[in-house]
Nanobody
Framework: QLQLVESGGGLVQPGGSLRLSCAASGFTLDNSAIGWFRQAPGKGREGVSCITMSGGKTNYADTAKGRFAISRDNAKNTVYLQMDSLKAEDTGVYYC????????????????????WGQGTQVTVSS
């Protein structure tokens, strides 16, 4: 059975760092992608970053470029999101999701294309 489990969220001060993990089990990751999405209070879900599991190609939202880094460890079926220089506006519930739809071998930062989701981990950036 397909399962995604996020971890690593918490409370951090502005300018601080967190590393989120997404552990996947129960399915083959070849030719697929895992994405990170977030939802702030009162707002819709937005894509943050994604990575293809076969080629390691990445994609970032403009808000994440230069501050966040996504990586994968295929041996552990785990995807990481390193978040640095965190801002208050990064606060929200972060979800990882899995999907098989790629566009020209790259992952897509649109939640519609992801079929399986984790339960989410809370990230709060506050002084």
């Amino acid at each position: 059975q397909l399962q995604l489990v996020e971890s690593g969220g918490g409370l951090v001060q502005p300018g601080g760092s967190l590393r989120l993990s997404c552990a996947a089990s129960g399915f083959t990751l070849d030719n697929s992608a895992i994405g990170w999405f977030r939802q702030a209070p009162g707002k819709g879900r937005e894509g943050v970053s994604c990575i293809t599991m076969s080629g390691g190609k990445t994609n970032y939202a403009d808000t994440a470029k230069g501050r966040f880094a996504i990586s994968r460890d295929n041996a552990k079926n785990t995807v990481y999101l390193q978040m640095d220089s965190l801002k208050a506006e990064d606060t929200g519930v972060y979800y990882c999701a899995w999907g098989k739809r790629l566009l020209f071998s790259r992952c897509i930062l649109v939640d519609y294309y992801y079929t399986d989701w984790g339960q989410g981990t809370q990230v709060t950036v506050s002084s």
